[in-house]
């Protein structure tokens, strides 16, 4: 890689309306892309991710590095969030807590964090001691508001750009509720938890893309997440099944580059690790121009697009994002 960051990198001013960035920061694997190595190089850490039964030594850089991300993206998603609340159960700070802290020290006033709502709050299954159980706080109004949606924008304010629901990809019919029983739970949680035009929701089952579902987004101002993940169709497939409609209230939309489609996530983690490379053959085709057309689509209806990326949905987003920059440049 390059011995400082390139020019290449950088996509804060690529349209008033558009924000790009990243899903987790810190890879050092972006050294010489993002982080300066005469800065940072020596100041790496590492830690041991267990994927699919193998183990991975990841090397990462210190949260301080954050502030030479925002010199090149404009949003990033702190993927930690969704592993834990912020407060725990006697509204204590958790770790968690702490570490979004260290984050607020180095945002300037313009830089925008998406926090992912924790899978506590939207999985409906959670995987304990090994097996998969039913997660009694589904969707419990309650504790999201208490021990995270508060705390959180107490902490961060305006710098949060988004909150992301992710519900886990349910492929058996038994595992997941008729679509307007899960449409009804939704209804039920958006009337309870307070108003936030920062809400948005990624459904990553298929089958429940349909017209019960969409109308409590739009109800509720929650924009759908459109999101290029293993099991999904394709996004604009996603975008036609809610009737080619942004739906968030803020004017608002997110598209997320997950993994490449009909691959599943510990396999494109072992494909893109560790991240300092664009992997051949890996990205999906027309994932890009895709992405570049969407943008368009939501300028052109006063919409503000975020474009999260994520290394495993080719071997490494800073590429990705220069790809899909260009493709916007070109087209628009």
């Given at each position: 890689m390059n011995d400082s960051p390139s020019r290449d990198f950088r996509f804060r001013g690529l349209h008033p309306m558009v924000r790009i960035g990243t899903a987790s920061d810190r890879y050092a694997g972006w050294l010489g892309q993002i982080y300066s190595p005469e800065r940072f190089g020596g100041r790496v850490s590492t830690r041991v991710n267990r994927v699919g039964g193998r183990s991975f030594q990841e090397t990462?850089?210190?949260?301080?590095?954050?502030?030479?991300?925002?010199?090149?993206?404009?949003?990033l998603e702190l993927d930690s969030t969704f592993y834990s609340l912020l407060l725990d159960e006697q509204l204590q700070p958790t770790p968690l807590f702490r570490l979004l802290e260290k984050y607020r020290t180095y945002l300037k006033q313009e830089d925008r964090l998406i926090l992912k709502v924790p899978q506590t709050i939207c999985a409906r299954r959670l995987l304990r001691r090994g097996e998969f159980t039913e997660n009694p706080d589904c969707f419990r109004a309650d504790i999201f508001t208490s021990r995270f949606l508060e705390p959180a924008t107490a902490l961060l304010?305006?710098?949060i750009a988004a909150f992301v629901f992710e519900q886990e990809y349910l492929r058996k019919e038994e595992e997941r509720a008729p679509v307007r029983e899960f449409a009804a739970l939704l209804e039920r949680f958006f009337s309870e938890v307070p108003p936030d035009e920062r809400y948005h929701m990624e459904v990553r089952t298929d089958a429940l893309l349909q017209e019960p579902y969409f109308r409590v987004l739009e109800k509720f101002g929650i924009g759908q997440v459109l999101s290029h993940w293993t099991w999904l169709p394709s996004l604009k497939a996603q975008f036609r099944k809610s009737g080619k409609r942004f739906l968030n209230s803020g004017s608002s939309a997110l598209i997320r580059l997950m993994t490449p489609r009909g691959i599943r996530y510990e396999k494109a983690y072992a494909m893109a690790f560790p991240f300092d490379r664009e992997v051949e053959g890996m990205m999906t085709p027309g994932m890009v121009e895709q992405t570049a057309d969407l943008m368009i689509t939501a300028i052109e209806k006063g919409v503000t697009m975020h474009v999260v990326i994520n290394n495993r949905a080719g071997g490494n987003a800073p590429l990705i994002a220069g790809m899909v920059s260009k493709a916007f440049s070109e087209q628009f």
């Open positions: 990462v850089l210190p949260v301080e590095s954050v502030e030479e991300y925002f010199q090149h993206f404009a949003v304010g305006e710098s």
